[in-house]
């Protein structure tokens, strides 16, 4: 069965820093692979997605993604870190029948 | 941008009761759907719908859960009689055609106490 996993549940990072959130999925065929982010109150919002191609995926926000075949990774990149990026972050995997299975989410804390 | 709006934003409500949660899927949209997040845990499907009927529907949608659009532009999941485990946010999404292009709404919390 298709899975997700985020394994980090809470990172913490200072503004201006670098950030690497990490995602490792689970499924038989080529994947299509989506990064989301939740603020506060706010709905899922889809920050980028990879379904073929040109491995390393860019985003809104600044944010990119590497895809990783070998690894059954797509963990998602920023070069420097907002406060405004505090969120959570959700890797998800699209199935066959167009549903999407979500990870966990990391929870992203920005130190001023 | 368009969006998908979900009502309330909040609902608590008792054991045993039956609620209601609301979305406007985008007007062009033709695919539907529901997820949910219980507090803590990952956000799971429950029910994609599409043409006035179920396409697909998750373990956790049982029989307590049905789904209705009942005017051709809002988008409904009631719970019949809900449950203390039934706390959660709910995710409405709604897609132009077969696809993962989402929108998903601000999400319904809800508490049942």
């Known amino acids: 069965a298709q899975s997700v996993t985020q394994p980090d549940i809470h990172i913490t990072v200072s503004e201006g820093a670098s950030l690497e959130l990490r995602c490792n999925y689970s499924y038989g065929a080529t994947p299509y692979l989506f990064w989301y982010v939740q603020s506060p109150g706010q709905g899922l919002q889809l920050l980028l997605k990879?379904?073929?191609?040109?491995?390393l995926v860019q985003g809104i926000k600044g944010f990119e993604a590497e895809f990783k075949r070998s690894q059954s990774s797509f963990n998602l990149r920023k070069p420097s870190v907002h406060w405004s990026d505090a969120a959570e972050y959700f890797c998800a995997v699209g199935d066959s029948s167009y549903k999407l299975i979500f990870g966990s989410g990391t929870r992203l804390l920005v130190r001023p | 941008e368009p969006e998908v709006t979900q009502t309330p934003s909040h609902q608590v409500t008792q054991m045993g009761q039956e609620v209601i949660l609301r979305c406007v899927p985008i007007s062009n949209h033709l695919y539907f759907y529901w997820y949910r997040q219980i507090l803590g845990q990952k956000v799971e499907f429950l029910v994609s719908?599409?043409?006035?009927?179920?396409?697909?529907k998750s373990e956790i949608f049982d029989d307590q859960f049905s789904v209705e659009r009942p005017d051709g532009s809002n988008f409904t999941l009631k719970i019949r009689s809900t449950k203390l485990e039934d706390s959660a946010m709910y995710f409405c999404?709604?897609?132009?055609?077969?696809?993962?292009?989402?929108?998903f709404g601000s999400g319904t919390r809800l508490t049942v106490v």
């Open positions: 999404a709604s897609s132009e055609g077969a696809n993962y292009g989402y929108t």
């Open positions: 990879y379904f073929s191609g040109d491995t």
């Open positions: 719908f599409y043409n006035n009927e179920i396409s697909e």
